[in-house]
């Protein structure tokens, strides 16, 4: 089994359109989680990162995880044809992790999902 | 603040030829760095990590190398490419501090996009 899984899509939606993206994952040690957005031909950039169960908003986007089921949401409200992107969930590793860098920093792995293609047409 | 460069930007290479894609990073000191393959369609697969000069550790058996030859520099390598090397590589960098929350960021260069014939 995958540590994180996502439904790859592609998912299209019209503008203005609440969207709903989803990870599952089956390491219990993950502690928080961050949403990655990459354009077409571009980088990853980081979206937003969340800690916990519950909720966080930031503006139009909502990242919500629930570690009893192990499954992290993100929530576009209103969305927009600039929100079409590939979206991957990234949980890093715990920084209780083995091995660790000397000093008590960490590797910073993340393990990527295989990533939701969005499209928002007008 | 904080730049990170990869070149070339596209690249067609014939099978067995030698590969050498480079990235560096501006702006930082004693970053973790990373390169990742992003095939066609799938997510990203974390190929090598390097959290000091000449320290590299990889992450999955193949055909390619890593070498971090100054602290800011990070270098992608193949004696002879493969078809299956075909691919969109990513460089990263993170700041070294200690995990959590917004440390874990890894900030991703542009990128290089590489087909093998």
């Known amino acids: 089994q995958k540590e994180v899984e996502q439904d790859p899509g592609p998912l299209s939606v019209p503008e203005g359109a609440i969207v709903s993206l989803n990870c599952t994952y089956s390491?219990?040690?993950?502690?928080?989680f961050m949403w990655y957005r990459q354009y077409s031909r571009k980088g990853p950039e980081l979206l937003m990162y969340t800690y916990s169960s519950g909720n966080k908003e930031d503006g139009r986007f909502t990242a919500q995880v629930d570690k009893s089921s192990k499954y992290i949401s993100l929530f576009i409200r209103d969305s927009q044809p600039s929100d079409s992107a590939t979206y991957l969930c990234a949980p890093p590793e715990s920084p209780w992790a083995t091995p660790r860098r000397a000093g008590g920093t960490s590797y910073g792995k993340l393990t990527f999902g295989q990533g939701t293609i969005l499209t928002v047409h007008p | 603040s904080q730049t990170i460069h990869q070149w070339p930007a596209t690249l067609v290479q014939p099978v067995g030829s030698p590969l050498s894609l480079e990235c560096t990073v501006e702006g930082t000191s004693n970053p973790n760095l990373y390169w990742y393959r992003q095939a066609a369609g799938r997510g990203l697969q974390l190929l090598f990590y390097?959290?000091?000069?000449?320290?590299i550790s990889s992450e999955v058996p193949q055909n390619l190398s890593a070498s971090r030859p100054q602290d800011r520099q990070f270098i992608l390598s193949s004696k002879k490419l493969l078809l299956s090397d075909s691919g969109f590589y990513l460089c990263a960098w993170k700041s070294p501090r200690l995990a959590g929350g917004s440390t874990d960021t890894q900030y991703f260069g542009p990128g290089t996009r590489l087909t093998v014939l």
């Open positions: 390491n219990s040690a993950f502690q928080y």
């Open positions: 390097s959290v000091g000069i000449g320290q």
